[in-house]
T-cell receptor
Framework: NAGVTQTPKFQVLKTGQSMTLQCAQD?????MYWYRQDPGMGLRLIYY???????DKGEVPNGYNVSRLNKREFSLRLESAAPSQTSVYFC????????????FGQGTRLTVV | GQSLEQPSEVTAVEGAIVQINCTYQ??????LSWYQQHDGGAPTFLSY????GLEETGRFSSFLSRSDSYGYLLLQELQMKDSASYFC????????????FGSGTRLSIRP
């Protein structure tokens, strides 16, 4: 049972480059999320998708776009990476609404130089 | 808006009991959850309080008081492996699909 799978695990980008972080879940969950976590900080919500076909902004959406490709997959795109986007990115999924338990992927460690 | 406040760091001794607090300012939410995150790892779910009161799961207990806008995670018989960061989280009524996390508390255990 894979749960939530993120790719890649590590990435180094130059300022201005673009990239897409991939996330897939095999638990048939409706809701999916992208968070960023900076050193010593909490989890800040970038975007979320309540169900297939919908996406909404979270607390820190600027500089990012998302696509809910189907029920399993939710991707995060950085169009023009900036050093301020250096962070660890976590994808998560949950059955929703009704439960707060979320399952997280192992994270993508992104460095923008 | 939603705001969840936690102490940034707590230190405790192996075998002891520690309480990690979470105070919040939010217009309403479905319940309070707690997550654990070891260094370099992903957050994992620990507990959920839908109603006021105490929920117990083994060595861990969690408490919620909506009237006091306050909750806590209680860890008993501390073990070195409990050294981690702990986050409280809520789903706000305004958007049930969102999950908002607190700032996190880093727990260090001393032998």
């Amino acid at each position: 049972n894979a749960g939530v799978t993120q790719t890649p695990k590590f990435q180094v980008l130059k300022t201005g480059q673009s990239m897409t972080l991939q996330c897939a879940q095999d638990m048939n969950h409706n809701s999916m999320y992208w968070y960023r976590q900076d050193p010593g900080m909490g989890l800040r919500l970038i975007y979320y998708s309540a169900s297939e076909g919908t996406t909404d902004k979270g607390e820190v959406p600027n500089g990012y776009n998302v696509s809910r490709l189907n029920k399993r997959e939710f991707s995060l795109r950085l169009e023009s990476a900036a050093p301020s986007q250096t962070s660890v990115y976590f994808c998560a999924s949950s059955e929703a609404p009704g439960t707060t338990e979320a399952f997280f992927g192992q994270g993508t460690r992104l460095t923008v130089v | 808006g939603q705001s969840l406040e936690q102490p940034s760091e707590v230190t405790a001794v192996e075998g002891a009991i520690v309480q990690i607090n979470c105070t919040y300012q939010t217009s309403g939410f479905y319940g309070l959850s707690w997550y654990q995150q070891h260094d370099g790892g992903a957050p994992t779910f620990l507990s959920y309080n839908a109603l006021d009161g105490l929920e117990e799961t083994g060595r861990f207990s969690s408490f919620l008081s909506r009237s006091d806008s306050y909750g806590y995670l209680l860890l008993q018989e501390l073990q070195m492996k409990d050294s981690a960061s702990y986050f409280c989280a809520v789903r706000p009524y305004s958007s049930a699909s969102k999950i908002i996390f607190g700032s996190g508390t880093r727990l260090s255990i001393r032998p």
